[in-house]
């Protein structure tokens, strides 16, 4: 129990306490420096600007201060509890969210999730579609024809892009034989021989050359195409530009959000935010190899630092341990950061689709080529295994 509040409070720290705040500085400035511009740079502490990074401080104290309208007509109850609708899913979605292994101190072990059920991915499938309700309600109970119709685009783009969203990454599922996150995230804590399958097939002394290739057993690299769907899917989902059609300025106002204002309007774009660093955290452990270093499994690490030769070398399996959680800990947040900063390249690259060709891409492209994605990894399985 007590490991699970620490963990808790680990995320609500690091995902909401720090970067929500800051994607929205990273926003600014990486568009900023996309359009040889110079950003966030007016808000100040004493003259010091720190490169903008008090604007996330000044962007939350202006929205509490700002007056909390509820529009004539509307739902009262419906209209103030939509955006905690909307956020709470985006939170509690990281609790299934693997960050690092599990670690031996003695007769202590300590696993760096909150919460490890077998059926993890489809527990973020499930809390994900939660929040449709938020958009679809706010836009509903604010009593204003374009907050409506903002909403019916997002539920029909968020239940459309459910379907396309889960059978895209059924191929990891038949490739690491599991739903459990932490299952999938060791799995890719090893190499393959490059072509080694081939040796089923040929004579094995034509590929033994090859056998010095050793390949990180990334989801990204076995499920390539699976890897740009479900990127794709997810960022529809949680209605990221290109995607934002549901708050479509020039044809829609604002949208689902139009008659929101203060720290409610803000919730909004914070569950949007939360959403990115979600979506890094699935990408990761699905695609990325979850905290595993490349070429370096755990037990190498920890045999190197606890019996090996190098500065650390012999100072126990506690201490292997102690360091081998801070390097997984480390690498799991850089390659979340690396893919924040891809989901925002292609926010500030792509323009804005048409409704029409977002509904296209998802019922003619997307989901006709997870079908071909789920039957051609069916049949490489049958290749290598059978």
């Known amino acids: ?140 109970a604010s009593n204003n024809n374009w907050s409506l119709l903002g909403s019916l685009r997002a539920s029909a783009q968020m239940i459309s892009y459910e379907v396309t969203m889960g059978l895209s990454v059924v191929g990891c599922f038949m490739v690491f034989e599991t739903l459990k996150l932490t299952d999938m995230a060791l799995a890719q804590d090893t190499t393959f021989r490059l072509f080694g399958f081939l040796e089923g097939f040929v004579n094995p002394a034509i590929f033994s050359w090859l056998s010095v290739f050793q390949l990180p057993q990334w989801g990204i690299i076995l499920q390539p195409l699976g890897f740009i769907m479900f990127l794709t899917c997810i960022m529809a989902e949680n209605k990221r530009p290109p995607f934002d059609l549901p708050e479509g300025e020039s044809e829609l106002i604002a949208g689902y959000f139009l008659e929101y204002s203060g720290m409610r309007f803000g919730l909004f774009f914070m569950s949007e935010f939360i959403g990115v660093v979600v979506i890094a955290g699935i990408m990761t452990t699905l695609f990325l190899g979850g905290w595993s270093v490349p070429w370096l499994p755990q037990e190498t690490i920890v045999a190197f630092v606890a019996h090996g030769y190098g500065p650390f070398a012999g100072f126990g399996e506690g201490f292997a341990n102690g360091l081998c959680m801070l390097i997984h800990f480390v690498t799991f947040f850089a390659k979340v950061l690396v893919m924040i900063w891809l989901q925002m390249a292609l926010r500030w690259t792509l323009p804005r689709f048409r409704y029409d060709q977002v509904m296209d891409l998802c019922w003619k492209i997307m989901l006709p080529l997870s079908l071909v994605n789920i039957f051609l990894t069916g049949a490489v399985i049958l290749m290598v295994k059978g």
């Open 1 to 140: 129990m007590t490991e699970a509040i620490v963990m808790t409070v680990v995320i609500l720290g690091v995902v909401v306490g720090a970067f929500a705040p800051i994607i929205t500085w990273i926003e600014r400035k990486q568009s900023a420096v996309m359009q040889d511009r110079i950003g966030a740079n007016r808000a100040d502490i004493a003259g010091i600007t720190v490169i903008g990074l008090f604007h996330p401080i000044a962007d939350v104290l202006k929205l509490l201060s700002k007056e909390d309208v509820v529009p004539t007509g509307a739902n009262r109850i419906l209209h103030i509890l939509a955006p905690v609708i909307a956020a709470v899913p985006a939170i509690i979605a990281y609790g299934v969210i693997p960050f690092g292994s599990t670690y031996t101190f003695g007769a202590e072990t300590i696993s760096l999730v909150v919460a490890d059920p077998d059926w993890g991915l489809l527990y973020i499938f499930a809390i994900g579609s939660i929040a449709t309700y938020g958009t679809v309600i706010a836009g509903w």
